[in-house]
C-alpha cells in the first residue's frame, strides 16, 4: 500500500490571494522537487470532505513528490454550504468574475506568481461538487487551463439552482446539446484553443447518475470539433478508455466509465504504483484515477 504518512499534514495555508468574494479556502503543496516552470494542478474536494482527506485518499501529493507537480486545493466552507459542496449551481458562482470561480482563478494567480509556475501548465481537477465546480471553471475561465478532469460531476450550467441540481443529479432533463455547447462558448470571449477534457464516472453511481460524463462529453465536442464516435476505444487496465481525437491527431476528450463502481473517485492504493487511500468517497477499483489523470496531462 502507498504510504500516506502525514499526507493530512503536508498541505499549508495560503494566507492572500487577489480578492475572495467566494470566501472560500485555500491550501498549497509545493513538493522539494518542484523547480521554477513546473506544472500547477488544482484540486477541488467533493461534498463533506476537507482538503487533507481528498489529498489523502487521491494520492495527489504522492503523485506531486514524485512528479515535481505543485498542488493548489482551494476548500469550501461550511458558512457558504452545510455540506462542504462547492456552489456549482448557483447563479452567482457560476459567472467569470464573480463568486467562488473569480476565487479560485485569484488563488491560481497568486500561486503561479509565487512559485515561477508555467502558465501554460495548469490544470484543473474535482470530483462531485468539485467535478461539477471544475466544469466551472473550464467553461469561465478556459484560458487559464490546459486541461481539466471532472470526476462524478455535471456539466456546466446544467442547473441554476438547487432544485435544477438534485433533479440533474439523478440524470433527468438538462440543456440539449447544442444549449450545453452555447453555455461554454458564452462564459467568456476565449476561442481557443481550448483545454483538454477527462472524465470519469462510476458506472453504478447512484448520487450523480453517469448520464452527466456523457453530457459533459457532448458539452466539450462540438467546441473540440469532435462530435460523433469516440476516435477510438481502448482496454486500460481492464476498463474501457473512449478517446476522441481532433483533426491533428491529439486526443481532446477522454472517458472513463468504471463498470460497478459507486459514487466517488477512482483509486489504486496497492501495489509499487499505487496512490492514496481508501476512504467513503475514495473507491478501490485497481486504477488511479490520479495517475492517469496526470499522464493524459502529460505531467508523468
Not at 469532435?226 to 474501457?240: A, K, L, M, Q
Not at 472517458?255 to 463502481?261: A, D, L, P, S
Request: aromatic residues 8%.
Amino acid at each position: 500500500m502507498a504510504s500516506s504518512s502525514n499526507s493530512h499534514d503536508r498541505l499549508t495555508h495560503l494566507k492572500e490571494f487577489g480578492t475572495d468574494p467566494g470566501s472560500l479556502h485555500a491550501d498549497i503543496y509545493i513538493p522539494k522537487n518542484f523547480s521554477k516552470n513546473g506544472p500547477l494542478v488544482v484540486v477541488l474536494h467533493g461534498s463533506t470532505q476537507s482538503a487533507e482527506g481528498y489529498d489523502r485518499g487521491s494520492g495527489w501529493s504522492e503523485l506531486a513528490d514524485e512528479c515535481g507537480i505543485a498542488l493548489l486545493y482551494p476548500g469550501q466552507r461550511k458558512t457558504n454550504n452545510p455540506l462542504s459542496s462547492f456552489n456549482w449551481f448557483k447563479s452567482g458562482d457560476t459567472r467569470r468574475g464573480s463568486g467562488e470561480p473569480l476565487s479560485i482563478f485569484h488563488m491560481i494567480e497568486q500561486v503561479v506568481e509565487d512559485h515561477a509556475i508555467d502558465p501554460l501548465r495548469v490544470f484543473i481537477t474535482g470530483m462531485s461538487s468539485g467535478g461539477a465546480m471544475a466544469s466551472v471553471m473550464l467553461a469561465t475561465y478556459p484560458e487559464v487551463f490546459a486541461g481539466g478532469a471532472i470526476i462524478a460531476g455535471l456539466p456546466y450550467r446544467s442547473a441554476d439552482n438547487l432544485m435544477e441540481a438534485m433533479v440533474r443529479m439523478k440524470g433527468v432533463g438538462g440543456p440539449s446539446d447544442s444549449r450545453l455547447n452555447s453555455l461554454v462558448r458564452g462564459a467568456s470571449t476565449f476561442e481557443g484553443p481550448w483545454p483538454t477534457i477527462s472524465v470519469w464516472h462510476g458506472g453504478s453511481d447512484s448520487t450523480v447518475d453517469n448520464a452527466n460524463a456523457d453530457a459533459i462529453v457532448r458539452q466539450w465536442q462540438a467546441i473540440h470539433q469532435v462530435e460523433g464516435p469516440p476516435t477510438r476505444v481502448e482496454d486500460v487496465v481492464g476498463f474501457p478508455r473512449q478517446v476522441w481525437c481532433n483533426e491533428a491527431g491529439q486526443e481532446v476528450i477522454e472517458e472513463y466509465i468504471i463498470g460497478g463502481m459507486g459514487h466517488g473517485t477512482p483509486i489504486m492504493a496497492r501495489g509499487e504504483k499505487g496512490l492514496g487511500e481508501e476512504d467513503k468517497y475514495m473507491l478501490e477499483v485497481g486504477i488511479s484515477s490520479t495517475r492517469h489523470i496526470a499522464y493524459f496531462w502529460g505531467l508523468t
